[in-house]
C-alpha cells in the first residue's frame, strides 16, 4: 500500500461509515444531487486501495466493488469535477464494466472529489444515467457544493464522536479523582489517626519524665519513660516511611529484564529472621519486564506476611511457586496460616487496612504491592488455600 492510500485509508477508518446503514444525512445529499443533476441516480463513493463503497445511494442499490473496476478511481487523481456525456466514448471510460454492461451501462457520469481539510481526496459524489446528457455550469456548481457539504456532515460527525469521547473521558477522570479524593482523605485521616497514639505515648512520657526529674524521683522509672518514649518514636518514624514508600513505589518504572529467581533469593536472605522455622519449598521464578527495585517490594512484603501470620497447631510452612497464564506469568505465595476470611481479601489492600490487630504493622503493605503490580500493567490478589491458609499471587505480563 502506497502512502497516499494509507492515508487516504485512515481517513475514511476514522468517518466511520463503511459499515452498518446508509446514514440519513448523506442520503439526502444524494437524493439533492439527483435532483438539481436532473438525473435517475447518484451516490457517494469512499474509495480505499482494494475496493470502492457505495456508502449512500439514490435510484439504485449500494454495493462494493473492486477498486479496479471503479469509474470514479480511475479519476481520483484527475482535477475535479468530471463531467462525461457518454461514458461509452471516452477513453478512459469505455472498457470500465459499469459502461460495458458487465456491472451497469452507465453513459452519462459526473463526479467531485470528496477532499478533507487536510487536502486527502477519500472519494466522489457521483452522478450518472443510463442516457447522454450534458450538465449547466449552475449544476456543476452544484455538484461541488454538495459535494463540501458531504465532508461537512463527515467531519461533523467525527468531531461529534471525539467530543463525546473527551466527554466520556473527563467523566470518567472526575469520577476517578473524587474516589481518590475520598480515599485521601480517608488515608489521611488513618494516618493522622495512628501517628497520634504513638506521639500521645511519646508526649505522657516525656511529661512524666519531667515531673519525676523535678521532684527528683528513681532514675530507674525514667530510663523505663526515656524507652516507652523511644519506642513511640520508632513507631511513628516507621509508618511515615512506610507511608513514603507507599507513595514512592508505583511511580516512575525502571524497566529492564527482571529474574524473580535471582530476587527472591536477596529476598529470602533479607528476610531470614523473620522466617525463621518456616519450612519453605521454592520453584522456578520467571523473569519478566519490571522494574526491579518495586518487584522486589513486592515479594518481600508477601513474603514478610506470609511468615508473620502463622497458624498455632501446625509448623509455619510457605509455598513459591510460578506458572505461565496465557500472556501473563502468575507467581504464587502459599502460606499454611490462619487465612484471610473472604469478605477481608479485597479490604486488606486499602491503604492503612490491617486483617488482625493481633500481627504488628500499619497495613501499607498490601496496599504497596497492589499499587506496583498496577503499575506494571498486572493483576494481584489473596485466595484461600486448600488446607487453611492464604494463596497470595500477582499477575505480570509475559
Request: hydrophobic fraction near 45%.
Amino acid at each position: 500500500m502506497t502512502a497516499d492510500h494509507q492515508r487516504r485509508a485512515s481517513h475514511i477508518a476514522a468517518y466511520d461509515v463503511l459499515d452498518g446503514p446508509p446514514r440519513r444525512d448523506l442520503l439526502a445529499v444524494v437524493e439533492l444531487a439527483a435532483n438539481i443533476c436532473d438525473v435517475p441516480m447518484a451516490t457517494i463513493n469512499l474509495i480505499t486501495d482494494v475496493a470502492q463503497h457505495q456508502v449512500a445511494t439514490v435510484g439504485f442499490d449500494a454495493s462494493v466493488c473492486r477498486r479496479e473496476d471503479s469509474m470514479c478511481a480511475a479519476v481520483l487523481d484527475a482535477d475535479t469535477p468530471i463531467v462525461v456525456a457518454d461514458a461509452s466514448l471516452d477513453e478512459r471510460f469505455s472498457n470500465n464494466p459499469f459502461v460495458t454492461g458487465a456491472i451497469g451501462n452507465v453513459r452519462f457520469y459526473a463526479s467531485h472529489k470528496l477532499i478533507t481539510p487536510a487536502g486527502v481526496g477519500i472519494g466522489t459524489l457521483c452522478v450518472f444515467d443510463t442516457e447522454p446528457r450534458t450538465m449547466d455550469a449552475g449544476q456543476v456548481a452544484a455538484l461541488a457544493t454538495l459535494a463540501e457539504r458531504v465532508v461537512d456532515i463527515l467531519e461533523l460527525s467525527l468531531r461529534s464522536r471525539l467530543l463525546a469521547t473527551t466527554l466520556a473521558e473527563v467523566e470518567a477522570m472526575r469520577d476517578e479523582l473524587s474516589v481518590s479524593n475520598d480515599r485521601l482523605a480517608s488515608f489521611a485521616g488513618q494516618v493522622s489517626h495512628d501517628l497520634k497514639t504513638p506521639l500521645t505515648s511519646v508526649t505522657m512520657s516525656l511529661e512524666l519524665i519531667r515531673e519525676q526529674l523535678r521532684a527528683g524521683g528513681n532514675v530507674k522509672d525514667a530510663e523505663w519513660l526515656i524507652e516507652r518514649a523511644l519506642n513511640g518514636s520508632d513507631r511513628m518514624a516507621t509508618l511515615i516511611d512506610d507511608v513514603l514508600g507507599f507513595a514512592k513505589l508505583g511511580g516512575t518504572l525502571n524497566v529492564s529484564d527482571v529474574d524473580l529467581g535471582d530476587v527472591l533469593t536477596e529476598v529470602l536472605v533479607d528476610l531470614g529472621v523473620a522466617l525463621k522455622g518456616v519450612s519453605t519449598s521454592i520453584e522456578t521464578l520467571p523473569t519478566v519486564k519490571g522494574d526491579a527495585v518495586q518487584l522486589r517490594a513486592v515479594l518481600q512484603n508477601l513474603l514478610s506476611n506470609a511468615g508473620k501470620f502463622r497458624a498455632t497447631d501446625r509448623t509455619a510452612r510457605i509455598e513459591i511457586s510460578s506458572r505461565r497464564r496465557g500472556n501473563v506469568w502468575r507467581v504464587e505465595i502459599t502460606d499454611n496460616g490462619p487465612g484471610v476470611p473472604e469478605a477481608e481479601r479485597e479490604r486488606v489492600f486499602e491503604p492503612l487496612a490491617r486483617a488482625t490487630e493481633a500481627v504488628e504493622g500499619f497495613g501499607i503493605g498490601l496496599a504497596t504491592c497492589r499499587r506496583v503490580i498496577q503499575a506494571h500493567h498486572g493483576r494481584i490478589g489473596l485466595d484461600a488455600a486448600r488446607g487453611g491458609g492464604t494463596v497470595a499471587w500477582f499477575e505480570l505480563p509475559a
